[in-house]
């Protein structure tokens, strides 16, 4: 494949993948700007390391990309946060952001049902919203979603058993 | 072809959640495309190192070849005391030897024994 036609097949396999990607993002770090950053990287390092695999692997390759982002992501934050406030009462502080930090979805104009749903999958543990996303929602086969979370296809399994009964469940309450 | 709509509310809050990116997104989410993909032209694919790998593996074989073309017999007869004196020089040097040694030389020169003395 010559550079240009590869470059053309990763413009247009980005482009298809931009959104999703940016949502996955957005349900983990939740600041729109982390998002954005995130997928940025994302896209860089996925160029950078896999654009010469064959096309019909980047797709778990990127997500996997992703996700190793969103957890270098989460990584740095907490750092931070402890540095930052190394002085404090811990659980104090926890209160404190919980109190001030704005809305997830506060930029997000979507139904009421779609928003229970999305904030009921961003209160799941990391690892029960990452099958959800990528095993229930983008379809990756076990195996894929496996490797993307870097765990074995068994606990992909539990993880969404998991995540998808504590959603019904949260669900119901709110509709109770 | 296009994906039939779903009837499961997590993957329809989720596509819903996807398609509501806001336009001023959508042209950063373009714009860091466009960045990725320049930083992909601005480092084109090695292709010089399939040649070079090839030219550094006929270097080697070549270099090999010609070793092993000069069999044992043709090289130089090494002198044997040289293993010799590696070994005494590898020992543990005694100092007291190396300080006696012009005096040493000395009665060697005037075909005398330390008894002599």
Known sequence: MSEQALNRSLDDF?????????????????????????????????????????????RPLFFRVLQNKVNDHHRR?????????SGHDQTDVAAEQASEA?????????????????????????????????????ELSVQETADVMQISPGSVKTHLFRATQKIKSLLGKSHA | MPKEPTHDPIKQALDAFRDQVDVATQVKLNEARHTALAQADRTPRRRWLLPAAGVATMAAVTFTWALLKHSPSEWPEQDPSIFADLELLAEEADTDFYQDLEFLTWLDDNDLMESDI
Do not use: C, T
Request: net charge positive.
């Open chain 1, 14 to 58: 980005l482009r298809r993948h931009q959104n999703e990607a940016y949502a996955i993002a957005l349900v983990s770090v939740k600041q729109p700007a982390d998002a954005l950053d995130v997928v940025q990287e994302a896209m860089l390092s996925f160029i950078k390391s896999y654009r010469l695999k064959p096309s019909s692997d980047w």
């Open chain 1, 77 to 85: 934050q907490k750092s931070w946060l402890r540095h930052f406030f």
């Open chain 1, 102 to 138: 704005p809305s997830p979805l506060s930029a997000l104009n979507i139904q009421d049902q779609g928003n229970e749903v999305i904030a009921a999958i961003q209160d799941l543990p990391s690892q029960q919203q990452q099958v959800i996303l990528y095993r229930h929602w983008q």
